[in-house]
């Protein structure tokens, strides 16, 4: 395969709601395309684009799966990303480098949850999007009400380019309103016959009222159709798409068609509105770079031009990278030295590949407008610009949303306690919504992600990939204590130890302090005591690690004053040993008579559909949060709230079920706070 011009080239990803039918129409361009000669199915785990035994046994898509074909003379380089909203950073780095994208929907279900989401997406990089109505052959099937969700949910003007042939069981084609002409699929022939005729008479009138109002929607974009139509002068089809192509490529409108993949029937005509209406590289908005200066410039979309590529997405193989680019100016070639912008590291690309599925195609060279893989980029992340050496620019990054929900996991044994901490590296590469940190306090190694669902297919590639077991828990809440009055104790020490007698006295005073004070130590002034220096200094030091060490749970001690108030010194007698045991056992018993235990609370941001405002509030009360404020906006709230964190462990699976999926939260560490009782008895605290 060579790469033809970049005028038709299309950059495509398909974007929607998980179980829409992305793979499967994915599936099908491949064979209508002739890139397959076999339709996998998505239910029989034998989908070309879900490729990784997780999506095979689950049914979902996991990973954005690139691939590449041709129908007519336009080349297309096509994403399917996935729709579960887990897996959003997939969606989120492929909208950032694709210049068009089909969106699909349910005819059953509309727009759903998660279509809302990557929809969102494709409106932050300024994406055209084609849509395209699945499942019009399901019992339920209803476009016009996907129509309207479309306008009403996404705020989108959708026109449509098509009407059915019959509805649920009895579709079997579409009305072209631009050719008004009907077009029926093969049956006998997994739909690959397209046949196209003449409009029923029954259906003529329907043909004639809809086409209508698509050259409505087309005059908004050339007055001389507005002036045809006022006329009753017909607009012929060329025009037509013409108009239809510059409305959509300025994401001002969304051409809607209609099929049923799973029966082969619409996808011809949605490669034919690919080829039509979305845009290629020198179409696509213009990207913008920034040299050493700091100074910003556009990038040509031009092969002649200083290289300037994006690594968009980044793959562990058997320990090596294999790097995702997509290349915005200047030409690539295999064994071709570049620079990383990020970490100012050169770099020889080994080799280059054009990625079909998990399948590679060797390349000698890659151009402006073209999607690749490279091997020998040692050092990219998801984010970086690979440029030419001789003219460093940095590229525009992409936004990566913040993991929420966390898990704790402990290698099984010591060949796993080895082979973890490069395994967790390598899937990091892959997945910046993964983060790896170890709790300092607990031990533990605290596993960060997008949901369950995404935390549960690291621990399984963990174990199926890189051969390391992992016992999995909730990370451990991490408590202090504090002490609620002042309380004064005097603690003397006189004990035999091998033979010496080690003697100390001390008189402590402990007072709370405010909430985020910490810790402070107080020692008599050295002209008020007799203690030399270096007993002074380890009195400091015993009492900041009995501090740090807690009194009963283990916890830290936070929030108050320790004062001495006495530390009498006995030449020959008080001894630095029966000095710290004195502190020691002084502090520990002062504490207790006055213990508090304080828990970690969070500060919670919540996004939601204003409709959803009466359940998540009364699912906060009952996880004994508290409401800040309500800002209500563009029929979306959002709740600002502190909420104990212990609270918060599964919450994210929660709240998408209290929304239907449609709510989203943020949140970061406020303060210690006092612990309910049932926790205070857990340790024994009354």
């Known amino acids: 395969m060579t790469t033809p011009s970049l005028e038709k080239i299309r950059n495509i990803g398909i974007i929607s709601h998980i179980d829409a039918g992305k793979t499967t129409v994915s599936e099908r361009i491949l064979f209508y395309t002739g890139e397959t000669h076999k339709m996998g199915e998505v239910h029989e785990g034998l989908a070309v684009m879900d490729w990784m035994p997780q999506e095979q046994e689950r049914g979902i898509t996991i990973t954005a799966t690139s691939t590449a074909c041709r129908w007519d003379d336009a080349w297309i380089n096509l994403i399917d990303t996935p729709g579960h909203i887990d897996f959003t950073i997939e969606v989120e780095r492929s909208m950032r480098v694709l210049d068009g994208a089909i969106a699909i929907f349910s005819a059953v279900e509309g727009v759903q949850p998660q279509s809302e989401s990557v929809w969102r997406q494709a409106n932050r990089y300024g994406v055209p999007r084609v849509c395209f109505i699945n499942k019009m052959d399901r019992i339920g099937a209803d476009y016009r009400r996907c129509l309207a969700d479309i306008e009403t949910k996404l705020k989108a003007r959708a026109v449509l380019l098509q009407l059915p042939l019959g509805n649920e069981a009895d579709f079997s084609g579409v009305i072209d309103l631009l050719d008004e002409e009907l077009v029926l699929f093969g049956e006998t022939d997994l739909g690959q016959t397209v046949k196209r005729q003449p409009i029923p008479d029954e259906l003529a009138d329907a043909a004639r009222e809809a086409r209508g109002v698509l050259v409505e929607a087309a005059a908004d974009f050339d007055d001389t159709i507005l002036s045809d139509y006022l006329d009753g002068v017909v607009v012929d089809a060329k025009r037509l798409r013409a108009t239809i192509r510059r409305g959509t490529v300025a994401c001002r409108i969304f051409p809607v068609l209609l ?37 910003r410039f556009p990038i040509p979309c031009d092969p002649k031009a200083p290289l300037s590529a994006l690594a968009f997405k980044v793959l562990a193989e058997e320990g090596k990278k294999l790097t995702y680019l997509r290349i915005y100016a200047g030409t690539l070639d295999a064994g071709a030295l570049v620079l990383n912008s990020r970490s100012n590291h050169q770099e020889r690309v080994s080799r280059l590949f054009r990625m079909h599925a998990h399948k590679r195609e060797r390349l000698e060279q890659a151009g402006a407008g073209d999607i690749v893989a490279a091997l020998g980029l040692k050092e990219a992340l998801t984010g970086d610009t690979i440029c030419d050496p001789a003219r460093a620019v940095v590229l525009e990054g992409m936004y990566v949303p913040e993991p929420v929900v966390s898990l704790a996991v402990e290698a099984r044994g010591a060949d796993d306690r080895e082979k973890l901490p490069s395994a967790l590296e390598r899937l990091q590469w892959e997945d910046p919504t993964f983060r790896v940190r170890e709790d300092e306090e607990t031990g533990q190694t605290i596993l960060t992600g997008m949901g369950e669902l995404h935390l549960e297919i690291i621990v399984d590639r963990l174990e199926r990939e890189y051969g390391v077991m992992v016992k999995t828990g909730p990370p451990q809440v991490v408590y202090r204590e504090t002490v609620t009055r002042p309380v004064e104790r005097r603690e003397t020490v006189a004990r ?47 009492l900041e690690l ?77 996880m004994r949060g508290q409401v800040e404020g309500i800002n209500v906006r563009d029929g979306e709230e959002t709740i600002a ?31 210690f706070d006092r612990a309910p009782q049932e926790v205070r008895e857990r340790f024994g605290l009354r």
């Open 259 to 295: 099929g049923s993949a799973l029966r082969n029937k619409g996808v011809q005509p949605l490669l034919d509105a690919v080829a039509a209406y979305l845009p290629s590289p020198l179409e696509a908005p213009t990207v913008h770079g920034t040299d050493a200066s700091g100074e």
């Open 496 to 542: 035999e130890v091998e033979g010496k007698i080690q003697k100390g006295d001390v008189l402590l005073r402990l007072t709370p302090l405010a909430r985020g004070e910490g810790v402070r130590i107080v020692l008599p002034p050295p002209e008020e005591s007799l203690l030399p220096e270096e007993l002074r200094t380890a009195l400091a030091d015993c």
């Open 546 to 622: 009995t501090c740090a060490a807690g009194s009963t749970t283990g916890y830290p001690l936070i929030d108050m004053e320790v004062r001495v108030l006495d530390a009498p010194f006995e030449p020959g007698g008080t001894t630095e040993q029966g000095l710290r045991a004195a502190a020691q056992r002084g502090l520990m018993l002062a504490a207790l008579e006055a213990l508090e235990l304080l828990e970690p609370i969070m500060s919670l941001e919540i996004i939601i559909p204003s409709e959803y405002a009466g359940k998540v509030l009364g699912t906060l009360q009952q």
């Open 641 to 671: 709230a502190h909420v104990p964190l212990a609270s918060m462990f599964g919450y994210m699976t929660e709240l998408r079920s209290a929304t239907r999926g449609r709510g989203t939260f943020t949140m970061e560490f406020s303060r």
